[in-house]
């Protein structure tokens, strides 16, 4: 009875030393550090493009701060005021990749988050590709995006494009037929949020774009007009953003 008594006193011993070495290893487990990578960050909030201070306006009555890729711009004396004229249909510009050839840009500054609002009037007789651009996010002849507002929609016309050391590339989610240039003046917006991504283009109404896209690839750059290969008047161009710096 006693020897017993006593194995089962190491049976007793031994269970209670691996439920403590048990204990022991799971209280370690559970302290192991967290794998950063599975950590989420916050998304970034939205830019609230209503509390943006206007950084820029220009009603065109001087064109100084105005660079050209092209030979095909002059200042255009109207009722009241001028306009910045693209007058050339043909341009002397021969850029790398397949891409629009007539650009004026904003010199000297680079922007992020924007919202650019400008008038346009397409000066170019009616056709299925009769278009105006509007250029962001330019770092360079290679690298920028721009919206090409195209009368008849295609995979070449009447999309968000990315030039990016190659032949443009459409990167539209959505858009719409067609952009109804008329012989009168529309108001054009462009809204850019670089965290999320987010371009919008609105067309005469501000309340619903009628193109999107989404696209990380350039966070600044400068911001232009101009046109694919046809010819346009731009007035009124106001730009709003939470900073200004110089471009590089």
């Given amino acids: 009875m006693i020897r017993m008594i006593r194995i089962g006193s190491s049976a007793l011993l031994s269970l209670l030393i691996c439920s403590f070495v048990f204990a022991q290893d799971s209280a370690v487990e559970t302290e192991k550090p967290t794998d950063s990578s599975t950590v989420q960050a916050e998304p970034a909030a939205p830019t609230d493009f ?56 904003l010199k000297d500054q680079s922007f992020g988050d924007f919202q650019l609002d400008v008038q346009i009037y397409s000066t170019h007789t009616d056709y299925p590709h009769r278009d105006v651009c509007l250029f962001f996010g330019y770092t360079g002849p290679n690298q ?15 999309q968000i494009f990315i030039v990016n050391n190659a032949d443009r590339k459409k990167i539209s989610t959505s858009s719409t037929p067609g952009t109804a240039w008329d012989g009168q003046w529309h108001d054009v917006r462009i809204q850019r949020d670089t965290a999320s991504g987010d371009i919008r283009i609105y067309f005469d109404d501000m ?31 106001r730009i709003s953003s939470p900073s200004l710096s110089a471009s590089k």
Wanted: glycine share 8%; net charge neutral.
């Fill in 50 to 105: 209503s509390r943006l201070k206007t950084g820029y306006v220009t009603g065109f009555e001087s064109v100084e701060d105005w660079s050209y890729v092209d030979d095909g711009w002059k200042q255009k004396p109207i009722e009241g005021g001028s306009v910045l004229s693209l007058y050339k249909k043909k341009s002397n510009y021969k850029p790398k990749h397949r891409s629009p050839l007539h650009i004026a840009l």
């Fill in 144 to 158: 920028y995006y721009y919206v090409h507002l195209g009368k008849v929609a295609d995979d070449k016309c009447n």
């Fill in 207 to 237: 309340t619903t774009p009628v193109m999107t896209a989404s696209d990380k690839t350039f966070t600044s750059g400068q911001i232009g007009v101009g046109s694919f290969d046809d010819t346009a008047d731009y007035d009124n161009l």
